[in-house]
């Protein structure tokens, strides 16, 4: 049987927030890395983020994920066999002006894209975990949904024809949907040689790989928490739950290790709002506690939601989730770091 160091994992958008993370638990086990990103400058960062691990880490440059063939060289590259790949690159803009060009086509075609390229040039594949989203999970239309538990049974209930013309949020999930359920359908269709795992997250919170991130460039989930920081007033509940990065990156790798992960979604997250996050961090941090608003203390602990189905991917991690306030506090004592 190979060992971990006699396999390659192929990690998609490994410069971002979760595939850092990704990328890191992947070499402390032992396996082979290769990455791919978008520009030599993105590859230059992840290269220098892991400067100790030169031997077992390559990193290539996919400049459009929406195209199989650029892939090629990320296979060819792998200086041992690519067993898994596990998608964390999505299609992204710098502003939505046409839901369909914009969004919607590029999300499907950049996940069908990675399985075409894995069909063609990765023989030795035998599983792909991909990031999907809860977004694709919710039906955002229904808003607290008290009482309601989210599983892997849910999706998304928006058309593609729907979320050509609706708001920005809906047809986000939309696209999150529609994307998973393409992978899907080209496993089935296709017949393929390897499985498909999706990871479904919502709000990803959590200290960033290597240390902090500049304050002027951060990912949306971080910055969604350090504007809290001199902010006058709590924001109302959006996205009701949130997990850490951590956990989310140990639930990928998981899903390459364990077989019956195979052919599995997976919803991880813990219930969440920003009041639950003024007040941890007011408690166990000192340094914010008069740069924090006060709002409600309390509210987002009665406040009651939807929650998400937590044992299936708890069984698959072998523990229970990280602790909302360990996470919180991990995030904005690091950022305090940053400059």
């Known amino acids: 049987m190979a060992t971990k160091g006699d396999q390659t994992i192929l990690v998609t958008g490994a410069n971002s927030f979760i595939a850092g993370h990704i990328v890191a638990q992947a070499l402390a086990k032992g396996y082979k890395v290769s990455g791919t990103v978008r520009s030599e400058e993105a590859a230059s960062k992840v290269r220098k983020a892991f400067d100790k691990h030169q031997s077992q880490l390559r990193i290539s440059i996919v400049a459009d994920i929406k195209k199989p063939e650029l892939y090629e060289s990320a296979f060819a590259s792998a200086s041992a066999p690519v067993t898994a790949v596990i998608h964390t690159a999505s299609p992204f803009t710098f502003a939505i002006k046409d839901n369909e060009t914009d969004l919607l086509k590029p999300a499907i075609e950049g996940s069908t894209a990675i399985l075409k390229a894995v069909k063609q040039y990765g023989g030795s594949v035998r599983h792909v975990v991909s990031t999907s989203s809860f977004a694709g999970v919710a039906d955002l239309t229904q808003g607290l949904r008290p009482g309601y538990t989210y599983t892997d049974k849910d999706w998304a209930p928006f058309t593609y024809e729907f979320a050509k013309d609706a708001d920005i949020v809906l047809a986000y999930g939309a696209s999150k949907a529609l994307a998973e359920k393409a992978m899907w359908e080209f496993v089935e269709k296709e017949q393929v040689a390897f499985t498909l795992t999706t990871i479904n997250p919502p709000w990803v919170f959590g200290p960033h790989q290597g240390g902090p991130p500049p304050l002027a460039n951060l990912n949306v989930s971080t910055g969604m928490l350090w504007r809290l920081v001199d902010s006058p007033e709590v924001p109302p509940p959006d996205f009701l739950s949130c997990a850490d990065v951590r956990d989310v990156a140990a639930a990928h790798i998981a899903a390459i290790e364990k077989a019956d992960a195979a052919g599995k979604r997976f919803l991880i997250g813990s219930k969440f709002t920003y009041q639950d996050a003024v007040d941890i961090a007011r408690e166990t941090i000192v340094s914010l506690r008069d740069r924090l608003p006060k709002g409600t203390p309390g509210a987002g602990k009665e406040l009651e939601t939807y929650t998400l189905d937590k044992t299936q991917v708890e069984g698959l991690l072998g523990r229970a989730l ?18």
Do not use: H, R, S
């Open 322 to 339: 990280t602790p909302v306030a360990t996470t919180i506090t991990d995030t904005l004592t690091q950022l305090l770091e940053a400059k």
